[in-house]
């Protein structure tokens, strides 16, 4: 009963996943702040003052005003948005709702919101930020067929073809994506999970070779700007310090069986963070990562010519510490809280030193 009750949680979850499509939700969000025109009048010692002038002029339009702005946008996964595992109801309208509720792109000034690298960084220089991440995307081949999000997540290069369809180009790109790779059980046999090595190589490997090809595409398309371009590829999350707070959730759960009322769906979804397999998550973690460092030290050697371009990989967000249970949500155990996502952006900034140096976004 119980695998049949798993089975049914799943289905609904993978409709509630198709919904998403049908309502948007992978859609990319733009955000730019509604005084940024008066913000602009009122600094005329701005880089972007000037540009302002001519709007003022009539030289240009709003519209191009606000294209000449830095530019920053986000591929990423639903560690990337408001998300958490709930009720079909809760889910299907979040949604619909909750954009931008999250580490990078919070715009809500209250105390008790996220604090995002948005709002860390609006300080520094005007903005237009953008939103690519969606619920459940992987690292993938491309080789599938997207329909922009509809009835299915849209993976990393659905998000990458969805920013090379971009008239502009983005000035500072992040990339945080992967984690729904990590789910190293599915597939196997009991066999090979009993000795996973080979396997866990293999699938670095192949993940590596995706990413590549995909922020080649990037690079390329960098190449031809004339504008600066940075692109900062993270590290995935500390798997390590995540399963101390999840561990943390199990044991406050077995106390008190209302909290967390959605901790076992996790299951049912992601095999592998059972406790029996995190172990092997936590090394393939760091194969990963490994990958991704070596990635981009390759990639940077065939960038010496292009002092347009800034490739850098950091691992703000693979060694962050999100053991404190305060940092994963109350419903599900598995996402950021309100607490995990300020946690995140406070990480991902530090992690962007060399990047905004490159681009001359310096505070005042």
């Given amino acids: 009963m119980k695998s049949q009750a798993g089975v049914v949680r799943v289905v609904a979850m993978l409709f509630v996943i198709g919904i998403f499509g049908l309502l948007g939700c992978n859609a990319s969000t733009t955000y730019v702040r509604p005084n940024v025109v008066d913000r602009l009048a009122g600094d005329p010692a701005s880089p972007y003052h000037a540009d302002y002038v001519e709007y003022k002029k009539g030289q240009i339009d709003e519209a191009n005003l606000i294209d000449r702005l830095p530019h920053i946008a986000l591929v990423g996964d639903s560690l990337s948005r408001d998300f958490y595992v709930a009720s079909i109801l809760d889910l299907l309208w979040r949604a619909k709702n909750n954009h931008m509720r999250d580490w990078f792109l919070d ?35 491309g080789k599938q067929v997207q329909l922009l999000g509809f009835l299915a997540p849209l993976n990393f290069s659905g998000q990458v073809s969805q920013i090379l369809a971009e008239k502009r180009f983005p000035d500072l790109l992040l990339l945080w994506i992967g984690h729904n790779n990590m789910n190293w059980v599915s597939g196997l046999t009991a066999a090979q999970i009993k000795t996973p090595d080979d396997y866990l190589h293999a699938r670095s490997v192949l993940f590596r070779r995706h990413y590549t090809e995909q922020l080649t595409r990037l690079i390329d398309r960098a190449k031809t700007e004339k504008h600066k371009c940075a692109i900062v590829v993270y590290g995935l999350i500390n798997f390590r310090a995540y399963f101390n707070a999840r561990a943390a959730a199990e044991e406050l759960k077995q106390a008190n069986p209302n909290l967390y009322p959605y901790l076992e769906v996790d299951y049912d979804h992601f095999r592998s963070m059972r406790p029996e397999y995190r172990g092997n998550m936590i090394r393939l973690s760091y194969l990963m990562d490994i990958q991704l460092k070596e990635m981009v030290d390759e990639l940077n050697k065939n960038l010496k010519d292009c002092p347009n371009v800034h490739l850098d990989y950091s691992d703000a967000l693979c060694e962050v510490d999100v053991s404190p249970v305060a940092s994963i949500h109350a419903m599900d155990a598995w996402h950021p809280s309100v607490k995990g996502h300020s946690v995140l952006a406070e990480a991902a900034l530090k992690g962007l030193g060399p990047s905004l140096q490159f681009l001359g976004w310096r505070a005042k």
Avoid at 112 to 126: G, M
């Fill in 107 to 141: 715009t809500d000034p209250s105390p008790d919101s996220v604090d995002s690298l948005f709002e860390r960084l609006e300080p520094i220089t005007p903005l237009v930020a953008t939103e690519y991440a969606s619920v459940g995307a992987t690292v993938d081949s």
